[in-house]
């Protein structure tokens, strides 16, 4: 597994089926409490599971659960794409 | 908590979260996060029958019930689901402010064994701020059939509290669970909860507050746990340690918490 | 101990508060909650040990069929096509049963009082006003609720409402609303007054507030059995039985929907005039789908919901039917009270495709939608030549009478779809807003709409001549 920082993209920018790992939190106030509290924290590993029909919001696993994320918020988190 | 005066509490209960505990009662309060089957665990326990869908946020209000273990007449208080209990949202305050501010003598935190690493979180917390928890770890039939093995014992002890497995749709684990509660709330078990410990940083932050703060709090809140609000910036906190703890008649005791907790509207 | 902090601590601990807010609280709250995860993933990763990686993705495969590009939306609108369905196609019988058993009831009553020699506004006030009111509420409403509400919550058990805010929140993100608001919504065809409140979910105050004053677009418990009944007596034409059946849940799917764009115009023209700003962010969770325990699910559902309709039957029927009974039978001039009024209503009800006792019946039905038809019906007759009804065929009958055409039928459903909410619903929103402006504007709006859209239809349908 990768081991620096190579390529930090917007968690937005993460395509169905592939997983990333958390670098930084770009969003603040509100969203950024709430995307804590749903344990967003550096290193944690994020897959993106699928888009809703209408292409946003798109289903995320975080940590054993699947969630909902509009485009805006996801854009907010900064992550590294793990290539397996 | 066990030297607090009973009769204070029951009026506690009743006036600012319009709960009629009766002084013989344990009252526990029942945390979780969403989805986790904490209502099925209260319907179980109680013998009610609050409906269970599937979805974050049906439990809005709280529903009360009741149910006697040995001779022991319990009230279970179920509080809305949430993730955490920092207060950013109305359900977090209202589950926060009844852990902190309601006096339960045991808070039950419910976690679904299948999301062990995101409930354990709202468990730590839980942990924080109170030493009376017990661990309910459900859902134990679904992670059967996901092929998830849990180890309760080895989890009690990593915690320092009592840890039951439960499935509560097929009510396995109940006797259990009540058992561990009348064992908590009566002192026969007195947890010690695991204690985290932060950066050298914010461990020495909270070293300095504690010693102003212990002498203000008075033994009614974690001076720690104070601190560690104070820390992260928690606006919301000294209102409710004003509004909970000071000797001040409520305006209108009949509208309780609701009122208080509501966002504040736009003017338009 | 509790109770025990000092006014004076207080405003110490505010001190203390004040000097350290000068430091950057949000840094350390970032450090406390990643360390607490940290911790929990660490002991979850201890105490957990999975034998098979595999059989996690069952959900996944559904999510793949529910939320799929071409499949999500037919199969939100197929389920809910399906619930009418079984609504209607059940709901007939136990309904015709419910209506002869109190009929006859009725005529035991009647015997009972005449043996008696009860005066005959005794009778009136106690047989033909309170005991119909309160039987027609019950004959007519009970049914629908008991097959729909069951339906519902086996669909809320198994985890598909969460995916159906999935589904539907880009829609409402542009009409200025929160995804969320889907969920209160579906809360909402229980009963608006539980929607109002569910709204506490929505973080955002000016999106709570949306969903709070579009609420009352969603058909509540009182009024499915309103635009049920009337789909399947009017909007049917010469069709079998299976087919009518279809047709009539088609027109309730129908209605729906159009509750659904009034929800996102309403909720849009908000946002960009009372309620302007910022969207908020959406964080949803999609819980794993649980089989529902069905046994469980139906028999409470069906509990609560005749309870709760027996209970409103109770406290607002009754009462409905007395006045109802009382106004029918005070005569002023050749013609009694409700006559005068129902005509005084007359013109304008008649430009909105309506009639004045349709009008009147709402008006009194303000305390609970389930009563506006029954008291219709007991305008009605008390105004008629017909003196017996125990069956739905009568019902049209009754109806036909007084001059309805398709046109009234569907009007009636627009009205009761679109107008102001029930008066609990009302109360709920004056308590969960403490605001009499919202309040207000909460019952004005759906009520201006409800008029505009049943003129533009009436006068469109006259104008083309097609009734």
């Known amino acids: ?84 | 908590m066990s030297c607090m005066c009973i009769e204070k509490r029951t009026e506690l209960l009743h006036h600012k979260f319009g709960i009629a505990a009766s002084a013989e009662q344990k009252v526990i309060a029942l945390a979780g996060n969403p989805n986790t089957g904490k209502s099925t665990v209260f319907n179980a326990l109680t013998g009610l029958n609050q409906h269970t869908g599937n979805w974050p946020g049906k439990t809005v209000g709280n529903a009360q019930g009741t149910f006697t273990h040995k001779g022991q007449s319990f009230l279970l208080v179920d509080l809305p689901g949430t993730y955490s209990l920092l207060p950013n949202s109305v359900d977090e305050q209202v589950a926060r402010d009844f852990i902190c501010f309601g006096q339960p003598d045991v808070t039950l935190v419910v976690v679904d064994a299948t999301a062990m690493e995101r409930n354990l979180n709202l468990a730590l917390q839980v942990m924080e701020i109170t030493d009376q928890v017990v661990l309910c770890v459900n859902l134990m039939d679904e992670a059967e059939r996901k092929g998830i093995e849990i180890n309760i014992a080895d989890l009690s002890k990593k915690l320092g509290i009592p840890v039951v497995a439960t499935a509560a749709r097929q009510k396995r684990g109940l006797e259990e669970l009540q058992e561990r509660l009348l064992d908590v709330a009566c002192g026969n078990i007195v947890p010690d909860p695991f204690m985290l410990r932060y950066s050298q940083e914010i461990e020495q932050a909270i070293s300095e507050l504690e010693l102003k703060l212990t002498p203000l709090l008075k033994g009614a809140l974690k001076a720690r746990w104070v601190a560690l609000r104070l820390l992260d910036g928690d606006d919301t906190l000294l209102q409710d340690i004003e509004r909970y703890m000071t000797e001040e008649p409520l305006q209108d005791p009949s509208l309780g918490r609701e009122q208080e907790v509501s966002p504040s509207w736009p003017q338009a | 101990m509790a109770a025990s902090i000092e006014r004076s601590d207080i405003h110490r601990l505010h001190a203390i508060a004040r000097q350290i807010q000068e430091k950057n609280t949000e840094a350390v709250r970032d450090v406390i909650v990643e360390k607490i995860y940290q911790h929990s993933q660490t002991i979850a990763g201890e105490v957990t040990r999975r034998t098979n990686q595999n059989k996690v993705d069952q959900d996944d495969r559904l999510d793949a069929i529910l939320t799929s590009r071409y499949f999500g939306f037919p199969i939100m609108l197929i389920l809910l096509g399906i619930v009418f369905w079984i609504t209607i196609a059940g709901a007939n019988v136990p309904s015709d049963l419910l209506a002869s058993g109190f009929g006859w009831l009725e005529g035991k009553l009647t015997d009972a009082f005449m043996w008696a020699g009860a005066p005959a506004w005794l009778h009136g006030v106690l047989v033909l006003g309170l005991y119909r009111g309160v039987s027609w509420v019950i004959s007519v409403m009970l049914p629908p609720m008991a097959i729909f509400f069951p339906l519902f919550a086996l669909l809320e058990d198994a985890g598909y409402l969460p995916r159906v805010a999935f589904n539907l929140d880009r829609l409402f993100r542009k009409a200025g609303g929160h995804g969320k608001q889907s969920l209160t919504m579906a809360m909402g065809f229980g009963c608006n007054a539980a929607g109002i409140i569910s709204c506490r979910i929505i973080e955002s105050p000016r999106e709570r507030m949306i969903a709070i004053l579009t609420n009352n677009f969603v058909p509540c418990n009182g009024r499915w059995p309103t635009l049920i009944l009337l789909s399947s007596l009017f909007m049917v034409g010469a069709v079998g039985m299976g087919a009518s059946v279809t047709m009539a849940s088609l027109v309730v799917v129908g209605m729906v929907l159009f509750g659904i764009v009034m929800t996102l115009f309403v909720s849009w023209a908000l946002s960009k005039t009372l309620l302007r700003g910022v969207p908020s962010h959406f964080t949803l969770e999609l819980p794993p789908y649980r089989p529902p325990q069905f046994g469980r699910t139906i028999v409470r559902s069906v509990y609560d919901k005749t309870l709760f309709v027996l209970k409103r039957a109770i406290i607002t029927a009754a009462p409905a039917g007395v006045i109802t009974w009382i106004l029918a039978n005070i005569m002023v001039g050749d013609k009694s009270v409700l006559t005068h009024v129902a005509d005084w209503f007359a013109p304008f009800a008649h430009a909105i495709g309506l009639d004045g006792y349709i009008l009147m019946a709402f008006l009194l039905g303000l305390p609970a939608n389930e009563i506006v038809v029954p008291i219709l019906i007991m305008g009605y007759m008390a105004s008629g030549a017909m003196m017996e009804l125990d069956d739905m065929g009568a019902l049209k009958a009754l109806f036909l009478e007084h001059g309805w055409t398709w046109l009234t039928a569907l009007n009636m459903m627009l009205f009761s779809l679109l107008h102001y909410p029930c008066g609990t619903t009302i109360y709920t929103i004056a308590k969960e807003t403490k605001s009499a402006k919202w309040t207000v504007l909460s019952a004005v709006i759906p009520l201006a709409i409800a008029i505009v859209v049943c003129f533009i239809v009436a006068q469109t349908v006259r104008y083309f001549g097609w009734v």
Request: charged fraction near 25%; include cysteine.
């Open chain 1, 1 to 84: 597994m990768a081991k620096k920082v190579q390529n930090a993209v917007p968690l937005s920018e993460l395509v169905p089926g592939s997983k990333a790992r958390v670098l930084t939190l770009s969003a603040e106030g509100m969203v950024r409490r709430r995307l804590l509290d749903l344990g967003v924290v550096p290193q944690t590993i994020i897959e993106c599971v699928r888009r809703s029909p209408i292409g946003d919001p798109t289903a995320y696993r975080i940590r054993g659960t699947t969630i909902g994320l509009r485009k805006d918020d996801a854009k907010q988190i900064m992550v590294e794409p793990i290539i397996e």
